[in-house]
């Protein structure tokens, strides 16, 4: 049992330590009198000695009788270091291997039960540059960044057709080491969410290099302005559409689960659903949405103005008879199924999300997710759960660009985007709740969207898309990461199960009349076990690959990267500017 495992005690020692130590001195000693007697044959009067014979050749070296030369010398010196360089990229070799190096982690040494270099070909230098040559996405870069393997050092990178899912716990290095990273080492468009700024301040000036930079910051998490906006309408071309829409604003104030009354929650969707397809069609706001779901009867409406003479004059005679009739329901009746969609979009009521969604007038320009997937620019969608989230907008954004991209990429090379959008969605759970993201997270891959979802714990990704979600979400990822600070008992055995078993050695001691005896055996044992998983060092995550065994990584933080000062101007400055704001400062 390996040392470094302190709650475990120490297996009984066998009586093979001075052998083998007398093995390595004989070893060694043979090394050198072979030195000394390749070396003396060299020598021009070794035939003075009367033999060859290895034996009497190194004896009159040492003795003296044979008299080093100029040559002679210079060979055994030359020779003794080349055996020394030999010896020492041996123990550097092995050190590595057992992960003893200088910022080595406890579990570092299981690194050699899990994948070796052989197992993760495709993910190193040299494979990821053959991948991005066979998808024609060169110019985007070599893949996105996963760490480093423990014991080389050498960088992982995933396919530019593999999505992925990453369980870390807070402070688990997932900012640092992993988004940042995956959103600065791409060329091509990427679209982040995130609940507050750090993402934002590390990324956006070295992403300014690459094109333009739209922050969403819906609720002035981070105090950006509304500079542009983007009408979650534009969206909806559609009855299909407009019920997608719906389901990202119901998910979004709803946990996945809730227990809510069947009747009055499908009449409610069906209802809200034509709402935004009659705001949509007819080009109305998307306030007129907030303001048909409080006058359900159209009380001093124009009846121009009306949702049901909207979907009928547009063509859509079948849904205006359907929210007629709802809208003639019994008091009681239409005010229960009004009741529940009202809960689902009061953000369309918060006066400081307006700016963000509406037209103001002014010159500020119109977010087009289309033109966005065919550029470099960076989308930051910023928002957060409680009281007055605008997580529903956010997710709605998110929605429409990776839709856009879907379609997009269906109609170039290959039925993918040639150059592949990058997606990083941190806090998924919270920011992003998309019903239908577990099941286009299968294909998406090939569509080249590349996903990224971070969770902070398997249960936050089940209060967000329900336990068959979550479910699909891991199933369908081809890489499937964890961190630190998991501490759920039904995840860990299961994440224990899937990194898989090892051979152990073990001993057994007995004492007899004549000392004591120690029998060894072999066998399987978890090289994770649960507790192991608990208790995960800082700069380590396990990564499961399809098709490969489970390995141990090396976290990389940005500031190891060489783009890390960028990163570090663009921290201070953006940090600065918003303690300015903040105070009232000039921008």
């Not at 390595?24 to 050198?32: G, K």
């Not at 044979?66 to 550097?92: D, F, R, T, Y």
């Not at 860990?492 to 007899?512: E, N, Y």
């Not at 060489?562 to 105070?583: F, I, N, P, T």
């Amino acid at each position: 049992m390996s040392p470094r495992e302190a709650h475990r005690r120490a297996q009984p020692g066998t009586n093979e330590g001075p052998a083998l130590f007398m093995l390595a001195v004989i070893a060694l000693l043979f090394v050198v009198a072979l030195l000394i007697w390749g070396t003396a044959m060299l020598n021009s009067k070794v035939g003075d000695l009367g033999s060859s014979n290895p034996f009497v050749v190194v004896g009159g070296v040492l003795s003296g009788k044979l008299a080093p030369e100029p040559l002679q010398i210079i060979v055994l010196v030359v020779a003794s270091l080349v055996l020394a360089v030999l010896a020492a990229g041996i123990v550097v070799g092995a050190i590595r291997q057992r992960g003893d190096t200088g910022d080595a982690s406890p579990v570092d040494y299981k690194a050699r039960s899990m994948a070796q270099t052989r197992h993760l070909r495709g993910l190193l230098p040299k494979g990821a540059a053959k991948d991005v040559k066979r998808l024609k996405a060169e110019h985007t870069g070599l893949g996105s960044p996963l760490g480093a393997q423990v014991g080389t050092g050498k960088p992982l990178r995933a396919s530019y057709e593999w999505v992925q899912i990453w369980l870390m716990g807070p402070r688990a290095g997932k900012t640092s080491c992993v988004c940042v990273p995956q959103i600065l080492e791409t060329a091509g468009p990427v679209t982040t969410t995130s609940n507050k700024r750090d993402i934002v301040d590390l990324t956006r000036g070295p992403r300014s290099m690459k094109g333009n930079v739209y922050v969403h910051d819906v609720q002035n998490i981070i105090g950006e302005p509304p500079t542009w906006w983007w009408n979650p309408l534009s969206f909806v071309v559609d009855y299909e559409s407009a019920a997608k829409l719906t389901d990202i604003f119901i998910t979004s104030s709803t946990e996945a689960g809730a227990t809510q009354d069947a009747y009055f929650k499908g009449a409610a969707k069906e209802t809200l659903t034509r709402l935004f397809l009659a705001a949509a069609v007819a080009g109305r706001p998307i306030t007129d949405v907030f303001e048909w779901a409080n006058n359900p009867k159209d009380e001093k409406v124009a009846p121009e103005l009306t949702p049901v003479y909207i979907l009928r004059t547009h063509g859509y005679e079948s849904q205006a008879r359907a929210l007629d009739r709802t809208k003639q329901l019994p008091d009681k009746q239409r005010e229960g199924v009004y009741d529940n969609l009202r809960t689902w979009i009061t953000v369309l009521g918060n006066e400081k999300v307006l700016p963000w969604i509406v037209d103001d007038g002014t010159t500020r320009p119109h977010f087009n997710p289309e033109k966005f997937v065919t550029s470099t620019s960076t989308l930051y969608g910023i928002s957060k759960e409680g009281d007055g989230s605008a997580r529903a907008i956010t997710g709605a954004l998110t929605m429409a660009v990776l839709t856009a991209a879907e379609r997009i990429g269906s109609r170039q090379l290959g039925g993918r985007l040639t150059t592949p959008l990058m997606a990083v969605l941190d806090e998924a759970a919270n920011v992003c709740r998309w019903k239908d993201l577990p099941d286009v997270y299968s294909h998406y891959g090939s569509r080249g969207i590349i996903i990224s979802s971070f969770f902070q714990s398997w249960s936050q990704g089940v209060e967000a898309y329900g336990e068959n979600g979550m479910q699909k979400l891991w199933s369908a990822a081809n890489i499937r990461a964890i961190g630190k600070g998991l501490s759920e008992k039904e995840f860990l055995p299961f994440a224990s199960s899937l990194i898989g078993d090892h051979d152990v050695v073990k001993r057994s001691s007995s004492a007899q009349k004549n000392g004591r005896s120690v029998t060894t055996s072999v066998q399987r044992e978890r090289i994770f076990e649960t507790s192991d998983l608990a208790a995960l060092p800082d700069g380590r995550a396990i990564l499961m690959a399809s098709g490969m065994p489970a390995a141990l990584i090396k976290l990389t933080h940005w500031g190891e990267k060489d783009y890390g000062e960028l990163v570090m101007q663009s921290q201070d400055y953006y940090e600065k500017k918003a303690v300015r704001m903040s105070a009232g400062g000039v921008s």
